[in-house]
């Protein structure tokens, strides 16, 4: 009963990934009172909406059933005004008016956003770049996601396409983006779980005798987690694949200063586990680089809320919808 | 005094470039009454601040006396509340109260920005950007002018440092920026007046039968101009510099789409003389390797205002200054 009193005013957010799906049930200083995990399924349209409901209707119960409003965070182009699935890379969402059917079937007011956008509104209303004007995201897990605050206002184009942060170009000519995107030398092709994953192989060939090359003689998969864990554990080829990578974010992260002068640079998703070893390198080249005043001023910093951002973005969409 | 007249209500728009200074005494339907050419005085401050005045005076008195307000675009970081002029690559301008200075000594209200964001104004109130939520200007100069129009609004970062557009990174570690910028592999080393030139010198040499490798052995400098003059007389040689910079226009583009999600991104400065032949090659890349929908919708067209779009820009600051 305490808990559920405790959770009265509650919302739900839900970040619904390419793989997996967190609802958590928040309330208004962002607690979060419970946690449902699904995996998303991506076979078709109807399991997705059932995935999402299902976790929703969890986390409702866990905290007594008193839920003003639900957020979705997901990783589609969404039509502002009407809530529409555009267009998505990852699951089967695409012309799917994601708010109205999620909306009907729960009796509750429900908001919709870009994963990535929602990431954005979470560090931005309560995470690292908490205050600032002027705002950058960039979440690095298997590809990028990309948030803007420009002017105080969150970003998102002409059609809603905007903030694609890892399809800026910095190697024209340089290796074919691995997104959903037909560009070459996009900075997700070089920054990101992925790129980790395919430098970390390269180098274990190279390497036999390092960390890396007796993880890939035994067997295991040489993935963008491995090489950051190695990196941890202070293996010297693994440490040197990061830091390059960290040098590669700094140039993308000194196009971005130079583009938008802002205050804060935001740098989440799964690879920043790796902390300083990967953001060092990227403040040096920014440092060095980018153009004053701005590169004096720019904080680059790891965000607040890790994994979770998108989540609690997600709530923070709820909360402002009903708020 | 027909004329004096017709220009009741003149303001006066002014563009300092590095070289020279453009003013423009403008009604409120961007007809220009009179036009007075300056070089600029690059030595010392004062010269540079009596060169403006000097002109404006001439355009004042060219008009009948009868002028509102003063707008000024200047080529350096401006500070947006008090008109201060921070930073300046090119003209002795830093930390000058310039708008203030300005108007004590002519008795009208003076608003003073960048000269890029001077360019952008009067391109998104009155030319090819027009109606537009979400737009960007390239001026292709010497070097890169840049200018954002985001959500309806003019971009201008934390500092005013924002849209410098001719430093985004797409070539990492890249050719040195000749700007003033640390940078390697800079959009403006790559796609300006200064890489035409570099470009044309290059291939006048490998190819001395071309009208370029003609030109050069008679002694003539091979500058961006002539790239651009040859291109369109037909020089099959200087049309292929030109081409390939168009597709390194093309490139910056894909960032800028990316990023944003425009509906119309606007080329302007000398170099777009060169019309189609630098327009063509740059939308070819977009169409193929910038994301969907924001490529299929995404208009690519030359600045209404040419070589004048500061001018009247900085006009229109001082038409909405004055309301």
């Known amino acids: 009963m305490v808990a559920a009193a405790m959770a009265a005013g509650c919302v739900i957010g839900v970040d619904l990934g390419g793989t997996k799906l967190l609802a958590g049930a928040v309330d208004e200083r962002l607690q979060v009172h419970h946690r449902a995990y699904r995996l998303a399924r991506t076979d078709d349209t109807t399991a997705v909406l059932e995935t999402i409901l299902d976790a929703v209707l969890e986390a409702r119960e866990a905290v007594g059933g008193d839920v003003r409003a639900v957020g979705l965070g997901i990783p589609c182009l969404i039509a502002p005004e009407t809530g529409v699935a555009m267009r998505c890379n990852h699951l089967p969402l695409v012309d799917v008016p994601v708010r109205d ?15 990535a956008n929602a990431a954005m509104l979470a560090e931005w209303r309560h995470g690292a770049a908490r205050g600032a004007s002027d705002a950058v995201l960039l979440t690095l897990g298997t590809g990028i996601g990309g948030g803007l605050v420009v002017g105080g206002r969150l970003v998102r184009g002409a059609r809603g396409g905007a903030a694609e942060l890892g399809h800026m170009v910095i190697a024209a000519g340089g290796l074919p983006c691995p997104g959903n995107c037909e560009g070459r030398g996009c900075l997700e092709a070089y ?6 994953g395919r430098e970390g192989l390269r180098v274990a060939r190279e390497a036999p005798d390092s960390a890396l090359g007796r993880a890939l003689a035994a067997g295991r998969e040489i993935t963008g987690a491995l090489v950051t864990e190695l990196t941890h554990d202070g293996d010297t080829v693994a440490g040197e694949v990061m830091g390059h990578m960290g040098e590669r974010l700094g140039i993308g992260i000194t196009t971005l200063v130079n583009v938008f002068d802002p205050e804060v640079v935001v740098v989440g998703g799964g690879v ?43 709530a923070v969409l709820a909360l402002e919808l009903v708020g």
């Open 101 to 115: 059917i999620v909306a009907d079937r729960l009796g509750l007011p429900v908001a919709v956003d870009n994963d």
């Open 191 to 196: 920054v990101s779980g992925m790129a980790l």
């Open 272 to 314: 920043i586990a790796a902390g300083e070893l990967l953001l060092g390198p990227a403040r040096e080249v920014v440092a060095r680089h980018a153009l004053r005043p701005a590169r004096d001023h720019v904080r680059i910093v790891p965000a607040r809320f890790g994994a979770e951002s998108g989540m609690l973005g997600a």
